[in-house]
């Protein structure tokens, strides 16, 4: 009898720490740093890749990184290498992935005419989804891309400047749509960069305005128009080393200063350039990676 007792004794203790494990494996998540997460909104289960810096701590900053056109989170991931830098610099990094179009490439409907996708409300809501999980400081939470991905950024700049607090556009503009309405909520800094020789987004705003790409002047004067709504009223002109022989184009800064709450426009023109992301490939003589942080870092509150 005793040694049954013994034995039941034993078997109820096998089972409770079976259910204990169980239970752990249940609510425990093993430590990400890098991850693709889906986010379902208006139907559609839209994806993004968030990176989570070595060190992460609560109000770290949050930068959103748009693909362009036909483009994905984990190409844009891949050559931007912005998570070396969130790792050295301890900010969290998202990659959202743009839907697919009937013809099959994937956009970001920035006021286009080509898609009735509300990306505005999609990245919208995913900022504040993972600035809520992740306990991210909403005054710090910014948006760039490339090309596509760079008008986007415009677009939240236009309609979402609430929630996305600087922008950074490479090889990007505004589109038509956004050039003639764009009244922002708040005065938000901006950053661009362009390439003189760019024939896929001509600098000059001679883009084709077929399903609302074009329609904004030349980048300069585009940049005129951030500039004015900060109020700045210094500017400085810098010119960085041509440090690649084999590239012909040269990069140089154009900054407008002393804005509102210390807001600057930062427009970087590549003598030569062409549809690049400097530093990764085309010219070489700065990053734009590095530039976009070096921009987001002097404006974090």
Aim: charge should be negative; include cysteine.
């Amino acid at each position: 009898m005793k040694k049954k007792v013994i034995l039941l004794l034993c078997f109820v203790f096998f089972i409770s720490c079976e259910k204990q494990d169980s239970s752990d494996s249940e609510i425990t998540e093993y430590e990400w740093r890098t991850k693709q997460f889906v986010f379902d909104h208006d139907g559609l289960s839209r994806s993004y890749i968030l990176h989570k810096p070595l060190d992460f701590v609560e109000n770290s900053p949050l930068l959103f990184v748009l693909h362009g056109f036909g483009s994905s989170a984990t190409t844009i991931m891949t050559y931007s290498q912005m998570n070396t830098l969130a790792d050295e610099n301890g900010f969290m990094v998202c990659y959202p992935q743009g839907s697919t179009l009937d013809t099959g490439q994937t956009h970001w409907n920035a006021n286009l005419e080509m898609s009735n996708i509300n990306d505005i409300d999609f990245l919208s809501k995913l900022a504040k989804q993972i600035q809520s999980n992740y306990k991210i400081n909403p005054e710090n939470t910014f948006t760039s891309g490339m090309s596509n991905g760079g008008f986007m950024s415009y677009t939240l700049g236009c309609e979402k400047a609430d929630i996305f607090k600087a922008i950074a556009s490479i090889t990007g503009t505004m589109s038509g749509k956004d050039w003639k309405n764009c009244n922002p909520s708040q005065k938000i800094p901006a950053l661009q960069v362009s390439g003189t020789n760019d024939t896929t987004v001509p600098w000059d705003g001679t883009m084709s305005t077929a399903w609302g790409w074009g329609g904004a002047p030349h980048i300069q004067k585009v940049m005129d128009f951030w500039a004015d709504l900060n109020s700045t009223t210094k500017t400085e002109k810098i010119d960085f080393p041509d440090i690649e022989s084999s590239d012909k184009s040269t990069a140089s800064l154009t900054k407008r200063t002393d804005g509102i709450n210390g807001n600057e426009v930062w427009f970087y023109t590549i003598s030569g350039g062409g549809h690049d992301w400097p530093g990764s490939w085309g010219n070489k003589d700065i990053s734009a990676s590095q530039e976009i942080w070096k921009f987001f870092k002097k404006h974090l509150k």
